[in-house]
């Protein structure tokens, strides 16, 4: 390690600090009640959620389940091509002790992989191909997480189907299987809500960019931190934000000053408060904003890395591993 | 149940979804290869993966529990229960990891729980801890015989019952309780004391405090639990039903006495009872001797021989002069405050009525299998056991020795001593009068059947020797650390146990025994009787003082109203009227009604004349 640190890098690191913070002074010299002003008049509106009690939410949901959905990834120690991924997707049921698991191994190595990468490519040389096979990775994921939704959603027939991400992935992911289970959801009376804990949206400043033009590119959480109180929420308007069939809200539910956002289905937009409340009341105090159960569907369908080399070094041949999942980088000394 | 991580030849971790382990419990771990050993849980730990012990990172509300708990889901379920568990006996090789485990059967593990044959022969003192889940599997012998106290209501037993056979004492001889005040301690002395008349055994319990008496029964008991006790036992109080003969007191016995009744006995004062007492002496003889010897030295020796030549005297005068002048030459070295002082001490122990009475009625109480409780204040209790203990106890050695001889003698039964405060009888670091007879006891007791059951808040002020012979020992709630590390000497308890020592609830102990050759847990059963008194003294204050002060009300009622001005006169009715109240003053009449007032049963109004009291 180096103890003597450069010049250089001290001076750089000072710049970027000054950059970033003209870059967002102007939106800190935004008055908060301004702010909200502008945004309540020109994108959605501010509303309070509520902490349901032990009756109301037994009332509401009647009994039935509500399913968490989540999906993980574990791949081994390699890079791209070399390397093995064990792809897992999960919808945990809260009554009778019901799960269903989809799992696939991905294999950027085996010939079909590759084939379907080429496809992706088509024919431009310029992308690299690290990043598709990201892209066909999270496609798979997507698709099992959806498969085993869809599983759930059949068996189930829950109350409530809850994703751990936004539902637009799952849209633009696997746009087939996506409307099916959308039929079905709206046909079945399934509430399906999509809880995204890292917005990665920009819908404020592109709706703003004409009064405020230095807004742009900033992204919603940056704009929206610490602007909405413990247990408010900012519904964005479907008439000034156009995002398909989908409508997207932004919530604070606990603490944390950021805010998470929450994906519904324009349809079923009409039961926004019992959702917001429910994941509001699913919600630890001081947390970090994210309903408990999909917490814990979450915790459940991770598999530890060494679980995984365990799995590796029991089901592969030892010279194929060596061979060709085994990066030189494991046998550095220091 | 399984076995899980790393193993030993001692130890195992034992997870759990399913059952809960309790500490002490026993259970089999179904290891083929090692015989299917048994282990006791000895640490027992829960855990939730998804209540993490966290600083820092979010933490699960209960609101937001209780939430999932409604919409159908319970965090609670994902427990895991964890128990360290110890081989009873060592493995030859570690336990095999992940084999499974399993709760007994009462038959499996009989062995390890009761050690006598014979119920009807046995004390039921309580019920094993940790053994819960044996209770289906209990023969019906063993079933509904050692009910429990649950804060002061009875529970049905639950578990097995845990049973003492008096005849392993013959092995391993004499019992101590040990625990602070508040333990149960008492508590369980009383349910050993009734087991010990339920066997007819004899026994004589020293109770300085007066509480062992068995006649009322235990508040709430249930009807077929009830026994009565009143013809099992005899209650004597030292000085008034029992005392000694004083003409059967050796001159150590005496000074033994003498010196309990006032803080020790100088040297001198020994020399001089040792001089002064004769065999066979009365209390009369002696104490006018002692009398005589004192005046004698008061006057002086000239004196007496001077008023023996130069007065005309009586002859009854005379010779009380001559007997002076030959207690003169007699006694003539011993100081005249000596003496005073030993009559002093005397004169105490004769006022506590000791000399007026024998131990006969001892003697008939243990020869008819009773349990003899002798009762007194500390100080005489001590002094009078020794003397009481030396006499039955040689009384048996006596029948004993003339058996081996194969000699006729009078027939002498085997006895157990029972006694509270153990530390005052045979204490650690100094000499006490019952102490050396209590070593004897403790140190060949058993080859003649007398043993002994010592009860004491302060196991570290209890004499070694006698400490050491307690072949079994209970210990309940201790919490001062000299007695915890006394204990830790003394018994076979692991650290986990006397860790747990001064949290142990009233009524539980643990059992360091030889006859069981590890230590149980045990909770003591309800008891049948009850303590005479268990009224709290601040509860009788309290209605002690209403109970005045409605007689007083009774008494002014009819004065009604009452002006400030004649209280003077109402106090001297009150006065003449008997009233137990003292009543010295107009002030504290007048304190008396506004007490009155206070509880709203008079009412106070100004007038132009002063107060009137309505």
């Known amino acids: 390690m180096s103890f003597i640190i450069n010049e250089d890098l001290k001076s750089q690191l000072r710049t970027v600090n000054l950059q970033l913070k003209r870059m967002y002074s102007s939106a800190?010299?935004?008055?908060?009640?301004?702010?909200?002003?502008?945004?309540?008049?020109?994108?959605?509106?501010?509303?309070?959620?509520?902490?349901?009690?032990?009756?109301?939410?037994?009332?509401?949901?009647?009994?039935?389940?509500?399913?968490?959905?989540?999906?993980?990834?574990?791949?081994?120690?390699?890079?791209?091509?070399?390397?093995?991924?064990?792809?897992?997707?999960?919808?945990?049921?809260?009554?009778?002790?019901?799960?269903?698991?989809?799992?696939?191994?991905?294999?950027?190595?085996?010939?079909?992989?590759?084939?379907?990468?080429?496809?992706?490519?088509?024919?431009?040389?310029d992308i690299a191909s690290i990043f598709l096979d990201s892209k066909v990775k999270d496609t798979k994921l997507a698709a099992l997480e959806l498969a085993a939704a869809f599983q759930a959603a059949r068996e189930m027939k829950p109350f409530l189907i809850m994703f751990d991400g936004p539902l637009r992935r799952y849209q633009t992911r696997v746009p087939e299987e996506w409307t099916d289970f959308v039929q079905y959801i709206l046909r079945e009376n399934i509430l399906v809500v999509g809880v995204i804990e890292e917005v990665g949206t920009y819908l404020i400043s592109g709706a703003l960019?004409?009064?405020?033009?230095?807004?742009?590119?900033?992204?919603?959480?940056?704009?929206?931190?610490?602007?909405?109180?413990?247990?408010?929420?900012?519904?964005?308007?479907?008439?000034?934000?156009?995002?398909?069939?989908?409508?997207?809200?932004?919530?604070?539910?606990?603490?944390?000053?950021?805010?998470i956002g929450l994906d519904m289905l324009k349809g079923q937009f009409s039961c926004f408060e019992a959702v917001s409340n429910l994941i509001y009341t699913l919600t630890p105090q001081d947390g970090r904003g994210i309903p408990i159960w999909l917490d814990l569907v979450d915790s459940e369908v991770r598999i530890t890395q060494s679980m995984l080399d365990l799995l590796v070094d029991t089901y592969l041949d030892p010279e194929l591993k060596r061979k060709l999942f085994a990066p030189k980088r494991e046998e550095r000394i220091y | 149940m399984q076995v899980v991580g790393i193993t030993d030849q001692q130890e195992v971790w034992v997870a759990s979804k399913e059952v809960k382990l309790q500490i002490n419990q026993i259970l089999i771990i179904e290891d083929e290869d090692l015989d299917n050993p048994r282990g006791e849980v000895v640490c027992t730990q829960s855990y939730n993966r998804y209540i993490p012990l966290s600083i820092g990172q979010s933490f699960v509300d209960q609101t937001v529990l209780e939430s999932l708990r409604q919409i159908g889901y319970n965090l609670e379920q994902d427990e895991i229960n964890l128990a360290k568990v110890r081989l009873l006996t060592e493995a030859t090789y570690p336990i095999k990891p992940g084999c499974s485990v399993r709760i007994p059967t009462f038959e499996e593990v009989k062995d390890l729980l009761i050690k006598s044959p014979n119920l009807d022969e046995a004390m039921v003192l309580g019920v094993i801890r940790g053994t819960e889940d044996l209770t289906s599997s209990l023969e019906p012998e063993y079933q509904g015989i050692a009910p429990l106290l649950n804060n002061g209501e009875f529970v049905s037993q639950k578990g097995v019952p845990f049973v003492f056979d008096p005849r392993a004492m013959q092995q391993y001889p004499h019992i101590g309780i040990f625990g602070g005040s508040g333990s149960g301690k008492s508590f369980g002395l009383r349910v050993f004391l009734e087991e010990i008349m339920k066997l007819g055994l004899p026994a004589l319990m020293f109770d300085p405090h007066f509480e062992m008496d068995f006649s009322d029964p235990f508040p709430g008991i249930p009807e077929d639990y009830r026994k009565d006790f009143r013809d099992r036992f005899a209650i004597f109080q030292v000085g008034q039903e029992v005392g000694v003969q004083f003409e059967k007191l050796g001159v150590k016995e005496l000074t033994d006495l003498l010196a309990a009744s006032g803080g020790g006995l100088s040297e001198s004062m020994v020399n001089a009872v040792e001089t002064v007492h004769e065999r066979r002496d009365s209390f009369l003889s002696f104490r006018n001797r002692l009398e005589g010897i004192r005046e004698a030295l008061q006057m002086g020796k000239s004196k007496i021989e001077r008023v023996l030549k130069e007065e005309a005297l009586n002859r009854q005068k005379e010779e009380e002069l001559q007997q002076y002048l030959e207690y003169c030459n007699k006694y003539g070295s011993l100081p005249v405050s000596t003496v005073g002082g030993i009559i002093w001490r005397l004169d105490r122990l004769n006022r506590s009525g000791l000399f007026n009475r024998n131990i006969d009625p001892v003697i008939n109480g243990l020869q008819s299998g009773k349990l003899v409780v002798i009762q007194g204040p500390i100080w005489l209790l001590g002094v009078f056991a020794t003397y009481v203990l030396g006499h039955v106890y040689r009384k048996r050695r006596e029948y004993r020795d003339a058996q081996l001889r194969r000699e006729a003698a009078e027939y002498f039964p085997p006895f157990l001593i029972v006694t509270d405060e153990a530390h005052n009888f045979a204490p650690k670091g100094y000499d006490s009068p019952a102490k050396s007879i209590i070593r004897e006891i403790a140190q060949e007791g058993r080859k003649y059947g007398a043993f002994l059951i010592l009860a004491t808040q302060r196991p570290t002020l209890l004499d070694e020797t006698v400490t050491a012979q307690l072949n079994t020992k209970f210990v309940f709630r201790t919490v001062r650390g000299t007695d915890i590390a006394t204990i830790k000497e003394e018994t076979d308890l692991r650290p986990e146990e006397s860790r747990r020592l001064p949290y142990l609830r009233s009524g539980d102990a643990f059992v360091s025994s030889a006859i069981f050759g590890r230590t149980l847990s045990v909770r003591i059963r309800a008891a049948k009787t009850t303590s005479p008194h268990t009224d709290n003294p601040f509860d009788e204050l309290k209605s002690k003082r209403r109970q005045k002060e409605d007689e007083f009300f009774e008494l002014i009622k009819d004065k009604l109203p009452i002006m400030e001005a004649q209280a003077l006169e109402i106090l001297k009715d009150l006065q003449t009227s008997g009233f137990e109240f003292s009543l010295d003053s107009v002030e504290q009449l007048l304190e008396q009604l506004n007490q009155l007032v206070r509880q709203g049963k008079l009412v106070k109004e100004n007038s132009p004349f002063g107060a009137v009291y309505r």
Not at chain 1, 66 to 73: K, Y
Not at chain 1, 105 to 111: D, F, G, I, S
Not at chain 1, 217 to 237: N, T
Not at chain 1, 245 to 252: A, G, S, T, W, Y
Request: glycine share 10%; with cysteine; hydrophobic share 35%.
């Open chain 1, 28 to 125: 800190a010299a935004l008055d908060k009640e301004k702010f909200r002003h502008f945004v309540a008049e020109e994108i959605g509106k501010f509303g309070r959620l509520e902490k349901m009690s032990s009756k109301t939410l037994k009332e509401l949901v009647g009994g039935k389940a509500i399913i968490g959905v989540d999906g993980s990834i574990n791949q081994t120690a390699g890079s791209y091509p070399h390397y093995l991924a064990v792809l897992q997707a999960l919808a945990k049921s809260t009554v009778g002790d019901y799960q269903v698991w989809k799992t696939a191994v991905h294999v950027p190595l085996l010939k079909a992989e590759r084939e379907r990468l080429e496809g992706l490519r088509a024919g431009n040389k």
């Open chain 1, 209 to 259: 960019k004409e009064s405020y033009p230095y807004l742009e590119g900033q992204y919603d959480r940056e704009l929206l931190f610490g602007q909405l109180d413990p247990g408010e929420y900012l519904e964005i308007d479907e008439e000034k934000v156009q995002r398909g069939d989908l409508r997207i809200c932004f919530l604070r539910t606990s603490s944390d000053p950021q805010i």
